[in-house]
Nanobody, 125 residues
Framework: VQLQASGGGLVQAGGSLRLSCAASGRTFIYALAWFRQAPGKEREFVAGITWSSRSTYYADSVKGRFTISRDNAKNTVYLQMNSLKPEDTAVYYC????????????????????WGQGTQVTVSS
């Protein structure tokens, strides 16, 4: 599976951005998620969506501000980010995992099998 992330940029606090992650390849994906990594910090889970049922899960820090969605026809997952804060500044990565283990969106980086390149999101105060 190849993942291509795009859509990052510079925005003022309170603004919005939409990230895209296009998936290609023939392997069956169970879920696709967004993670982020700020300078000097560990990579953290942001949001995830299952490929078939569209179940979603969000980190508490973004709940109510970010929305993850999927376009089947385009094999693309989106992360709509509203009410952005300076603390949202990070490199954002999309990741996908294959079906395994218990049902549910996983939140640990070690549980994901494929990663896209990062896209920088910078929120100015």
């Amino acid at each position: 599976v190849q993942l291509q992330a795009s859509g990052g940029g510079l925005v003022q606090a309170g603004g919005s951005l939409r990230l895209s992650c296009a998936a290609s390849g023939r392997t069956f994906i169970y879920a696709l998620a967004w993670f982020r990594q700020a300078p000097g910090k560990e990579r953290e889970f942001v949001a995830g969506i299952t490929w078939s049922s569209r179940s979603t899960y969000y980190a508490d820090s973004v709940k109510g501000r970010f929305t993850i969605s999927r376009d089947n026809a385009k094999n693309t997952v989106y992360l709509q980010m509203n009410s952005l804060k300076p603390e949202d500044t990070a490199v954002y990565y999309c990741a996908a995992d294959r079906p395994k283990g218990p049902i549910g969106i996983r939140t640990m980086t070690s549980e994901y099998d494929w990663w896209g390149q990062g896209t920088q999101v910078t929120v100015s105060s």
